[in-house]
């Protein structure tokens, strides 16, 4: 969470410059992976937003306002910075402007202080609701116009309403003045950051499907190995057995052949020691 000294919750509209050191909530040690924040709020994140991020993390951002006076907010950077350093923080940068709040929470996410937040997909309006939107919207405007000189004009309804088979309509309301409603600002960083992390998703997938195959061929492989080992240890002893036995039958016909041949007297003793 954020806590800032002496200072209200900024409206979204404004920008205005934090600088302070980080902390993890539950012990309130420094985060020395990143204890220097100078921040700026703008359209896409503000105060509020940061706290509400920051907490989700297990972290709390104790911070100030920056200076009025342009020239000393470099200066007040430099002294949280030397302070730090000597209170024995290493290697820490030091920041030359505020960062925005996709550029911190782009810092903070490649340290693993904070995790993404997954991002909704939009709702898509069909082209017949879209154009019955767009024509709503532009009668409320010629009705605007031709309604400028009365003290209560209408109040007109947000036509972009999603949702299937919404018709909008015009609210009436005397005693109130003209709402102006804000329009939601699609950034072109945002949806790149969109494009490339459903990329990332994809190729994790593709990994994970990747290992498990190799983890089956590696089983595959074994059990090859395996039966291989099997098979030669049959063969070396169906070779042995049948070189033992070869050996043992030319044996045999070679003592029958000279035995054939020695005179019979002789043949007589050599069978007396068999």
């Not at 907490?55 to 949280?80: D, I």
């Not at 910075?81 to 290493?90: C, D, K, N, R």
């Not at 709503?136 to 007109?156: G, K, M, R, T």
């Amino acid at each position: 969470s954020v806590h800032c000294l002496n200072t209200m919750p900024p409206s979204s509209k404004t920008s205005i410059e934090y600088i302070g050191r980080l902390y993890y909530a539950d012990t309130n040690e420094l985060c020395t992976a990143h204890p220097l924040i100078w921040f700026r709020s703008d359209t896409v994140g503000n105060y509020t937003r940061l706290d509400t991020r920051l907490g989700l993390n297990g972290l709390k951002f104790t911070c100030g306002k920056v200076p009025g006076n342009p020239a000393a907010v470099l200066e007040s950077v430099e002294e949280l910075h030397s302070s730090l350093t000597a209170g024995g923080i290493e290697d820490l940068e030091l920041p030359k402007k505020p960062s925005s709040w996709n550029q911190l929470m782009r810092q903070l996410e490649g340290k693993n202080l904070v995790k993404p937040i997954k991002k909704a997909t939009p709702t898509k309006l069909s082209p017949s609701v879209l154009e019955n939107a767009l024509a709503l919207a532009h009668f409320n405007e010629e009705v605007s116009s031709a309604n400028a000189d009365i003290s209560s004009p209408f109040v007109a309804v947000d036509p972009l309403v999603p949702g299937p088979g919404h018709v909008p309509i015009l609210a009436f309301d005397l005693t109130q003045p003209l709402v102006t409603l804000d329009v939601p600002v699609l950034y072109p960083e945002d949806a790149q950051i969109d494009v490339l992390s459903a990329d990332h998703n994809l190729a994790l997938e593709r990994i994970k499907l990747l290992e498990q195959q190799n983890d089956l061929y590696k089983t595959k492989l074994i059990n090859l190995e395996n039966a291989l080992a099997t098979a030669n240890g049959n063969i070396t002893a169906n070779v042995k057995q049948a070189v033992a036995q070869s050996m043992d039958e030319g044996i045999q016909k070679l003592v029958q052949r000279l035995s054939s041949q020695l005179p019979a007297d002789i043949r007589v003793e050599i069978e007396k020691y068999d």
